[in-house]
């Protein structure tokens, strides 16, 4: 009776040690021996819960896709508002951060894992889903103006800019360390791509809201 929490702990710590490895050194560079190593546990005990690397991702995957899932629940109770495409991105960019060695590695990931390559997707065009439905009731409360060619083309630029930011700040400087601010300047520039569009207090409280994140 007393082996069954012992073991299941072990599983979280090997999930847990993982996610912090990956988001660390990118995925790519990091092996089981590795994490077995940094837990002080042997190989055998790893591959007791998790048969390969790959098992392991996508046990994390499946937890960063039941939280993005919840975030990209858009409101529906009344028409959103700008705030709510900050909360929106907030919380998605939280997401991203999580988990971010999933975005960093995203090519390489999904290149060689078909589950991961599905659900991605699955993911991605609920960005683009989300990102419309908050824009078309910014229409239609008079808070923004753009057709709905315009609304669709500005969800999926939103959904290219916050899938591939990271991606973007570590090209851009390699040897920077990514930190919470370059998540912040990655919501600004989400947010910016729908600044044109904006009328009115939107607009103003746009350029306000703004000021929390253009911090250098």
């Known amino acids: ?87 929106f991105l907030h919380l998605v960019f939280e997401g991203i951060w999580q988990y971010r060695f999933l975005y960093r590695d995203i090519n390489e990931l999904l290149s060689r894992n078909r589950i991961l390559e599905t659900h991605f997707k699955r993911i991605v065009a609920h960005k683009v889903h989300t990102a419309a439905v908050i824009c078309r009731g910014l229409v239609s409360t008079g808070d923004m103006r753009a057709s709905p060619a315009e609304i669709q083309a500005l969800a999926i630029n939103m959904t290219v800019v916050a899938t591939y930011w990271l991606s973007f700040e570590f090209v851009s400087d390699p040897r920077k360390k990514i930190d919470g601010k370059s998540l912040a300047r990655g919501a600004f520039q989400v947010m910016a791509l729908a600044a044109p569009y904006l009328t009115g207090h939107s607009r103003e409280l746009f350029v306000e809201l703004s000021k929390n994140y253009l911090t250098d």
């Open 1 to 87: 009776m007393s082996e069954k929490k012992p073991k299941r702990r072990t599983r979280e710590r090997i999930l847990e040690t993982s996610l912090t490895l990956f988001n660390e050194f990118g995925e790519p560079n990091v092996t089981t021996q590795l994490i077995s190593d940094e837990m002080g546990i042997s190989p055998g005990n790893l591959y007791y819960h998790f048969h390969n690397k790959d098992e392991i991702i996508e046990s994390l995957f499946a937890d960063f896709e039941r939280g993005i899932e919840e975030t990209l629940a858009a409101p529906a109770r009344r028409p959103p508002n700008v705030e709510d495409i900050w909360l």
